[in-house]
């Protein structure tokens, strides 16, 4: 018995040692080890030993059965080593290797325009105020000295939303003017930007939809040489600080007096080109002495308070900042464009 109990250790050894893989290695615990297997089988014949022999052949069985299972556990450990070793062999990761980039967006030219002149405003004092694109047409015009019948309020001009004509899309951010003045007493100083509609065809200069800086200031004893520094500002901020501009007279509903500001051209400084079209001047913004009647609508005592308000077309602002010729590039999103920027 003892002769078998060596004869199964010395095979049982080998076959571990070169045993290749977790199933293998299970399969000759089962062989050996098992219920079923190859020493439970040889114990059972101890009954037919000598009482001397059973404790001596007893003692040798445990010890093969200790040594077949800690061959297995070494085995085990040798076989998962490997499957590690394997693994990060074949998952090796190069940390030299130049990565990919992710094409990173920026800024719109619009959007890097906006916020120099929300800077610049903000710089002055001005805070930002916000109004709604679909508004009401006394906002819009009635509360703007801009009563039914006015031109302004065509129906060619503008889009109504409604059939009686008291909802449109905004034709003018100046409404916002309107509805900050009825929610906040003097002193006002704010600026608001936004989207604009009107019935235009798209051309190299015109959309639709357009976009708009308002401003408006109300305080006691606001002058025109206020409205003139401020854009002055303004313009050598945003142009450099030989930007010239002028003011020409206008008309608006909601200012008295009004005015249009033109800068003076960047490309021929003043001479005439085919930039400013021979005149030497750039339209820039109307702007004015806001309107006793629109102050008054708003319950400010005009005895008191006085206010300058303007308007700013963006597109324009930003096509003259960039030398952008054509203002359908600005809304056609073509990357190729916009990452000139
Ligand atoms: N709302 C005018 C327009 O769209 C621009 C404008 C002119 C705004 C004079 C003003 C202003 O605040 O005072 O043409």
Redesign the pocket.
């Known amino acids: 018995m003892q002769k078998q109990l060596e004869e199964i250790r010395r095979g049982a050894l080998s076959a571990i040692s070169s045993a290749g893989s977790g199933v293998d290695l299970e399969a000759l615990r089962v062989k050996y080890l098992g219920k079923k297997g190859a020493l439970t089988a040889l114990l059972k014949q101890m009954g037919a030993l000598s009482p001397q022999e059973r404790p001596k052949m007893g003692q040798l069985a445990n010890q093969v059965r200790e040594d077949l299972s800690s061959a297995i556990a070494r085995q085990a450990e040798i076989l998962s080593q490997k499957a590690l070793d394997a693994r990060l062999a074949s998952e090796v990761l190069d940390v030299t290797i130049p990565g990919t980039k992710v094409p990173v967006g920026h800024k719109h030219p619009m959007s890097i325009v906006l916020e120099e002149v929300e800077d610049i405003f903000a710089g002055m004092g001005f805070q930002i105020a916000e109004g709604p694109e679909v508004e009401l047409s006394d906002y819009n015009f009635t509360k703007l000295n801009t009563p039914e019948g006015h031109p302004a309020r065509d129906w060619q001009d503008t889009f109504y939303l409604s059939e009686d004509s008291s909802v449109v899309l905004r034709?003018?951010?100046?409404p916002v003017?309107v509805r900050v003045m009825e929610r906040q007493k003097p002193p006002i100083r704010i600026i608001s930007h936004g989207r604009?509609y009107r019935k235009d065809e798209v051309d190299a200069t015109h959309s639709p939809m357009f976009h708009?800086i308002?401003?408006?200031v109300v305080d006691k004893g606001v002058t025109m040489a206020d409205l003139k520094g401020t854009l002055e500002v303004l313009v050598r901020r945003l142009y450099g600080k030989d930007a010239k501009i002028r003011f020409r007279p206008h008309h608006?509903p909601?200012?008295e007096p009004?005015c249009e500001v033109d800068v003076q051209c960047f490309e021929c400084q003043g001479e005439g080109c085919r930039v400013c079209k021979g005149e030497g001047w750039i339209e820039l913004?109307?702007?004015?002495m806001?309107h006793p009647k629109v102050l008054e609508g708003c319950g400010i005592d005009t005895e008191v308070y006085s206010g300058?308000?303007?308007?700013i077309g963006v597109e324009r602002l930003t096509m003259r900042r960039f030398s952008i010729s054509d203002l359908r590039l600005i809304f056609e999103n073509d990357v190729r464009f916009l990452t000139q920027f």
Request: hydrophobic content about 45%.
């Open positions: 034709t003018q951010t100046s003017q604009v708009q308002e401003g408006l608006f909601f200012t009004s913004l109307g702007a004015g806001v300058f308000a303007f308007g």
